[in-house]
């Protein structure tokens, strides 16, 4: 293991100026279950936020659709992300009481703890410091569509 | 996808005062493989702190318990939660070679990773952004009773 | 429930010192699947920050390789996991479409969605709260060697 500095200016990075914080939120209208992409929404409060360095945290305030970052190319993978969650916790499952509120809603809730309802990125030379294949999307585990709400810290100089 | 600066003045907020920091811990000890709901007692933490905005991060010091942020109405849903979890990862399975410390060891490590042990969640108007039904929950896996302890930090202003 | 402020000097800490921020990042070269231990390595870079009290936050930069704070000690446990991850993600499942990078690559995004890519552990008298038993793994998915990246933020004072 090679402990690197990178020569980009914003690592390797140490500082004492005075921090701030911006905050923010989306509200996201859902089609029913689907990935959607949200990492140019975020980055525009990153961006707004007008830091070099810092930290942004994403809080889904739901407990039935999720955060998930993952590969933001080849949208088989989305398709397969959810084919293997199907099979995973199929709606309808007999082993599920709560069902008052439809046969998708405990696999929502159980898909929701499976991935998470919140992220923490670091932010470098004033951009979230994800990697060329990582795109944050907002996973929506209900069949019909939802409004979400997602909230943005930033903290930084 | 609209972005909306809420109403309320925690959000859509930009700061420049001193920033300053809160650090404590809870002991929690559990009857054994159960939930228990800590919303109260991080919130109580978040309030001594004093913040308006801010953001608090949970640590739990564990392997084989976890925090999850779930349905905080129905106690359904977590019955459901834990029919789920059992049969996705038996106690007892025969695939696990850990199994010193008893049947519930491994598969109590297994559903901690496939949850998590630490969150982060934003502070606006001294309050954590939860959602209407998000409550914070320590999930114990091992079936015999346990201390745990959770640490929380707290930064803003 | 007992709220306990340890005797600790860090817990139960409150203050009001001009805080910074540290940014650094980790190169680390995987031989294929393998759980890599990285406490040390980010032990090293919490340390070099020279803060008493703060919170360090990890971002790996990929789809296919993911982070997990588990159990320290035994190595029969990450066999059992490796054990249990294949049997719930299998390479080669008939179920996926997106093969072209491997009968790995699927089951690998799969993995890493169902741990996470970014953590946030509080910092207290300059070392991470980690839990006796708790270690810091880069858990890399895919069956052949690659090199991650990791950031590593911290900010405190």
Do not use: C
């Amino acid at each position: 293991m090679v402990r690197l500095r990178l020569e980009s200016p914003g690592l390797g990075f140490e500082s004492d100026g005075m921090l701030h914080q911006h905050l923010d939120e989306l509200s996201i209208r859902t089609k029913g279950r689907e990935f959607r992409m949200i990492t140019a929404e975020v980055a525009g409060i990153v961006s707004a936020a007008k830091l070099s360095t810092g930290l942004v945290t994403l809080h889904l305030r739901h407990t039935s659709a999720s955060l998930l970052i993952q590969e933001n190319a080849d949208p088989d993978v989305r398709r397969d992300f959810e084919a293997f969650f199907s099979r995973l916790v199929p709606d309808g499952d007999r082993l599920f009481v709560h069902t008052a509120e439809g046969d998708d809603d405990m696999p929502a809730h159980v898909r929701t703890a499976l991935t998470t309802v919140n992220l923490s990125i670091p932010i470098a030379n004033g951009r979230m410091v994800l990697g060329t294949w990582q795109g944050i999307y907002l996973w929506e585990h209900r069949t019909h569509p939802h409004t979400r709400q997602l909230v943005v810290h930033v903290v930084g100089e």
